[in-house]
């Protein structure tokens, strides 16, 4: 072979040599980058440090409350507590309603009981009645006398037939009285009725007894003003 065509020979297959060489280091180093690339995308070390720093920096300090801003909140009532009040309103409005107007009663009757077993005695009966002012009767029982000596009450015993011994009253005693008026033959019966009332409560309170109304029951507040309201 001719050195010229040797030579020429030898220059080519170094030359393909070397483009290999070339060409085996660009794919390697072509793949190792794709490999960096794919890495850094997953999630690159640095950015776990910084994501793990940013979450520390996140937390409160022990001895630094969050502050928590939050709305506030309104108080909600329940519609079935609504009803419920409704139905209280209404039932106390119902209540406070006045009851209908008694009826003027043709005869008003009050009893006063002794609590005593013995029950009142005749002596004392007639210095609690001459301590209120009742008088004793043409028809033996005692009676409140109005300016022009007309009967505006009367008192009578709940014994022998209700009328009052007009001697030896330290041996008579009666288990209760009996208070009566006829509004209908007054001319003021209110101011009557508040004295009828009056003169009983004194009387209550002079003998020891428990003032009854016309159902056999203790005389109430409630039931003085329903009978005055009538009158």
């Not at 008192?155 to 209760?176: I, K, L, N, Q, W």
Request: net charge negative; hydrophobic share 40%; aromatic share 8%.
């Amino acid at each position: 072979m001719d050195k010229e065509l040797l030579r020429i020979v030898i220059i080519g297959t170094g030359l393909l040599i070397i483009i290999g060489l070339l060409t085996w280091s660009y794919i390697k180093n072509k793949a190792l980058q794709e490999e960096n690339d794919s890495n850094n995308r997953r999630d690159p070390p640095a950015q776990k440090a910084k994501k793990t720093v940013k979450a520390k920096d996140k937390t409160p300090s022990p001895r630094q409350s969050p502050k928590i801003t939050e709305a506030p909140i309104e108080p909600v009532t329940p519609s079935i507590y609504l009803v419920q009040n409704n139905t209280n309103e209404e039932e106390e409005e119902e209540e406070q309603e006045p009851a209908p107007r008694m009826q003027t009663p043709t005869l008003i009757q009050f009893s006063l009981m002794s609590n005593s077993d013995t029950g009142f005695n005749g002596i004392d009966l007639v210095n609690a009645f001459s301590i209120v002012g009742l008088e004793y009767g043409s028809l033996k029982i005692y009676e409140r006398l109005d300016a022009k000596r007309l009967v505006d009450y009367g008192v009578a015993s709940m014994v022998d037939r209700g009328v009052f011994p007009d001697t030896d009253m330290d041996a008579f005693y009666t288990p209760g009285l009996v208070f009566f008026m006829q509004p209908a033959v007054l001319d003021d019966a209110q101011t009557i009725f508040d004295d009828f009332i009056e003169t009983l409560q004194l009387l209550a309170i002079e003998l020891d007894g428990t003032i009854l109304d016309h159902t056999k029951q203790k005389l109430t507040d409630a039931t003085i003003q329903a009978f005055r309201l009538s009158l």
